[in-house]
Structures are given as structure tokens and as C-alpha cells.
């Protein structure tokens, strides 16, 4: 029981350009989340959208941005892209209450040149 | 700052055996933690969780025990299969931050036969 979709799955930029990433939750999801995850690392929180309002940031810059949809899929943008900015960027979906899990998608997979 | 560690970046096992992962967290908010196994090329899928009130939790060959006063938690995997051999990432949360991960490194698994 997964049901999240992220695309695209890999992708290519150039520093100083803007990405839009995308996905899709699973079907009753209310609430979706994104990480980072850089080589070698664990997933890194960046924030959590719970019904189209932002509800809780990591430490991440304003250059990240997102939106969440009335369908509850999701938007990640980033604006003047770094070369640290390569990276697995994936998103979970979750029920706001009473689920501890989070269903992840399987990634989208960002290199910046 | 790392909140959760997971200090060996690998183990490898023989088939049959037990597969002992330890994490440690710094942060005594966290009541809530979970572990994630992660495929190459896949997201990472919920494997099992327990709550700061207990020091136990089982789910078939899946054991996790948690030390809070250590604030360290184990995962134990009897018998340990082939299949066992992926990236296991703990994480932690506080339940007034649902879905809200704070994620240790990983540790790769290899289950040799």
C-alpha cells in the first residue's frame, strides 16, 4: 500500500536555474512531507504541507518552496539552484492524525552541473 | 546538528542469523520512533515503530527494543534472509510533529548465504 508517485524520476540543471518536483499522494493522505537526501546521508525533513497550508519547516532555505493541492498532490520548487542541491528528493504522504507511518514515493533524483 | 545516529554504515550477516542495527538519538523530546528499509531505486517502506511508553515491539522476524534512559533503540531481524539485504534507516519523532522525521544515516544489511 504505497500509492505515491513522484516524477520526474531523474533530472538534470544547470546552476542558477529553478526545478519544479512533483507528487502525488496516496488516496485519503491529507498531509505530504519532503526530504532531501544527499549521497551517503539520511533523508533530511525540508517541510510538511497539511491541507494546502505549510505546517512545519526544516532547516532549509526560503529558495525551497512548495504548494499542496486541493487533491492533496504537492508541489517542491527550488529557485537558483546550487551544485549541494543534488540530491534524492522524496516526498511521504501520511493521515494528519493517528498514523505514524508515512508512505514515501520513490524519489526524484536531482543533479545539478 | 545530527539528532540520530546510526554509527555503523554496514553489517553483513549469514543467512539464518540475527541482524542486530543500533541508533542512538540526542534530542529526549522524540517520543516516537521508527525504522525504514530502503531498495535501491525505491523509497524507503515503513518496517516498525514503537512509542516512547514501551521498550518493545514485535512484528514477525522485526523486533525493535528502545532504552530511553541510553536513548538508543535496537532493531533485530530473526532469522535474517536474503532478501533482509537493503539500507535500514532509523528515525525519530515527536508526536506533536506527525510525520515530521528526523533520520539517521542508514545502515546497509548484506545477508550473505
Known amino acids: 500500500e504505497t500509492g505515491v508517485t513522484q516524477s520526474p524520476t531523474h533530472l538534470i540543471k544547470t546552476r542558477g536555474q529553478q526545478v519544479t518536483l512533483r507528487c502525488s499522494s496516496q488516496?485519503?493522505?491529507?498531509?505530504v512531507s519532503w526530504y532531501q537526501q544527499a549521497l551517503g546521508q539520511g533523508p533530511q525533513f525540508i517541510f510538511q504541507y497539511y491541507r494546502e497550508e505549510e505546517n512545519g519547516r526544516g532547516n532549509f532555505p526560503p529558495r525551497f518552496s512548495g504548494l499542496q493541492f486541493p487533491n492533496y498532490s504537492s508541489e517542491l520548487n527550488v529557485n537558483a539552484l546550487e551544485l549541494d542541491d543534488s540530491a534524492l528528493y522524496l516526498c511521504?504522504?501520511?493521515?494528519?492524525?493517528?498514523?505514524?507511518?508515512?508512505?514515501f514515493g520513490q524519489g526524484t533524483r536531482l543533479t545539478v552541473v | 546538528d545530527q539528532q540520530v545516529k546510526q554509527n555503523s554504515p554496514s553489517l553483513s550477516v549469514q543467512e539464518g542469523r540475527i541482524s542486530i542495527l543500533n541508533c542512538d538519538y540526542t534530542?529526549?523530546?522524540?517520543?516516537?520512533f521508527l525504522w525504514y528499509k530502503k531498495y535501491p531505486a525505491e523509497g524507503p517502506t515503513f518496517l516498525i515503530s514503537?512509542?516512547?511508553?514501551?521498550d518493545k515491539n514485535e512484528d514477525g522476524r522485526f523486533t525493535v527494543f528502545l532504552n530511553k534512559s541510553a536513548k538508543h533503540l535496537s532493531l533485530h531481524i530473526v532469522p535474517s534472509q536474503p532478501g533482509d539485504s537493503a539500507v535500514y534507516f532509523c528515525?525519530?519523532?515527536?508526536?506533536?510533529?506527525?510525520?515530521?522525521?528526523?533520520f539517521g544515516a542508514g545502515t546497509q544489511v548484506v545477508v550473505t548465504p
Open positions: 511521504a504522504s501520511s493521515r494528519k492524525q493517528g498514523s505514524t507511518e508515512a508512505f
Open positions: 488516496s485519503g493522505h491529507n498531509t
Open positions: 514503537i512509542s516512547s511508553i514501551k
Open positions: 528515525a525519530a519523532m515527536t508526536t506533536d510533529s506527525w510525520g515530521k522525521l528526523q
Open positions: 534530542n529526549s523530546m522524540f517520543d516516537y
